[in-house]
C-alpha cells in the first residue's frame, strides 16, 4: 500500500516536491536525534523550546 501511495506521489510535481521534503526532514531529525543521543542529554533538559523540534 505505502509503495503504491509513494509511486502515485512521484507523478507529480508537487508530489514529488513533497517527498524530497519529507525526506529532508527526515533526516534532519534523525541528525538531532544523534546529537541527542552523542550529548548524554534528555530532551527535558534542553532549553525551553527545543524539546518540541522533533514533533513536527
Known amino acids: ?3 503504491i ?3 502515485l506521489l512521484a ?3 508537487d508530489g514529488m516536491r513533497g517527498l ?3 525526506r529532508l526532514r527526515r533526516g ?3 541528525l ?3 546529537g541527542l543521543k552523542s550529548s548524554g542529554m534528555t530532551q527535558p533538559s534542553l532549553p ?3 524539546a518540541s523540534v522533533g514533533r513536527l
Do not use: C, D, I, K
Open 1 to 3: 500500500m505505502a509503495e
Open 5 to 7: 501511495l509513494y509511486e
Open 11 to 13: 507523478r507529480t510535481p
Open 20 to 22: 524530497a521534503a519529507a
Open 28 to 30: 534532519v531529525l534523525n
Open 32 to 34: 538531532l536525534h544523534q
Open 48 to 50: 525551553s523550546g527545543w
